[in-house]
């Protein structure tokens, strides 16, 4: 059987195209023939890795937009379409944390509350949770509604979301990001059963741990070394380390490639070196 993937020629549309991750998945689909419209707040950012794809070859455009404004999604929508066509692969890879939105420490003791230099529970910014809902969940959703209109009628079209195993445990000191990527897997699968007569499928990427610009600092120092929360991730992670970037693009891959998950819909993938299947003995 030939399970070879064609993407040449399709439209895929990246979300939070400007950072490590989604820039990643927008080269690997520019290089397997797709066109790629890269999208992000930053578009300086999403601009620099739509240069380094047509520089390599491939067809991409970079646009301005943010996921929680959907007549700024609309308006990159009308570009996309005029520039490179109607949207076939949908990535939502938009989201993140924010420290407004995060405890200091991972355990309450008595006192916390009354301690001014620490956020404790009791002290979460009401601004920072919503901010941290809106973007995953929000930033997932809008443009879902946008783009998905392209692939009414067609065939082998796909959604990916990005979720992450904090869907599967949560994390200590993030309460909002953890619950909000668990809505993003809950989103999944109901997106996944709302379109299945209409035969567009609807998965997850649940990443592990990965560098990025936006856990950099929670992971390392200033002076480089590992932080104490790095050497807790690593002794919880069987694998021994982090992930590398380029090892998520093969579940990508096989998600996208309708000759390998086409009977696949409405599923979370961890990717995550063991660390949702170890007990800690």
Same mark, same amino acid.
């Given at each position: 059987m030939d399970y070879s993937l064609d993407i040449r020629g399709k439209v895929a549309v990246v979300t939070g195209a400007g950072g490590v991750l989604c820039s990643m998945f927008s080269k690997t689909l520019a290089e397997q023939g797709a066109k790629v419209a890269l999208l992000d707040l930053n578009l300086e950012a999403a601009e620099g890795y739509a240069a380094e794809i047509r520089a390599a070859g491939g067809t991409a455009c970079a646009y301005q937009v943010n996921v929680l404004d959907k007549e700024s999604i609309e308006t990159a929508h009308q570009q996309i379409l005029s520039d490179l066509g109607p949207c076939e692969i949908l990535i939502n890879g938009a989201g993140g944390?924010? %420290?407004? %939105?995060?405890?200091?420490?991972?355990?309450?003791? %008595?006192?916390? $509350?009354?301690?001014?230099?620490?956020?404790?529970?009791?002290? @979460?910014?009401?601004?920072?949770?919503?901010?941290?809902?809106?973007?995953?969940? =929000?930033? /997932? =959703?809008?443009?879902?509604q946008v783009f998905a209109k392209d692939m009414i009628g067609?065939?082998?079209?796909?959604?990916?979301?990005?979720?992450? *195993?904090?869907?599967?445990?949560?994390? /200590?000191k993030i309460p909002a990001y953890s619950g909000a990527k668990a809505a993003i897997s809950n989103f999944t699968q109901w997106l996944a059963v709302h379109f299945s007569k209409e035969g567009i499928r609807v998965n997850a990427l649940a990443p592990?741990?990965?560098?990025?610009?936006?856990?950099?600092? &929670? =992971?390392?120092? %200033?002076d480089g070394t590992p932080?104490?929360?790095?050497?807790?991730? @690593?002794?919880? /992670?069987? *694998?021994?380390?982090?992930? $590398?970037?380029?090892? &998520?693009?093969?579940?990508? &891959?096989? @998600?996208?490639?309708?000759? *390998?998950?086409?009977?696949? /819909?409405?599923?979370?993938?961890?990717?995550?070196?063991?660390?949702?299947?170890?007990?800690?003995?």
């Open positions: 944390n924010n %420290a407004r %939105a995060q405890t200091t420490k991972e355990y309450f003791e %008595a006192g916390d $509350e009354a301690d001014p230099d620490l956020v404790s529970f009791f002290d @979460l910014d009401k601004s920072g949770v919503e901010f941290v809902f809106q973007l995953n969940f =929000l930033g /997932t =959703l809008l443009p879902t067609k065939k082998n079209c796909t959604i990916i979301n990005i979720s992450s *195993m904090n869907a599967f445990t949560p994390l /200590t592990g741990f990965f560098v990025t610009k936006q856990n950099q600092a &929670l =992971l390392y120092n %200033a932080t104490a929360r790095t050497g807790k991730i @690593l002794a919880a /992670t069987p *694998m021994g380390r982090f992930g $590398e970037a380029e090892e &998520l693009n093969g579940t990508l &891959l096989y @998600l996208i490639n309708e000759k *390998m998950s086409g009977f696949v /819909t409405g599923v979370v993938i961890p990717i995550d070196g063991g660390f949702s299947a170890y007990s800690g003995v």
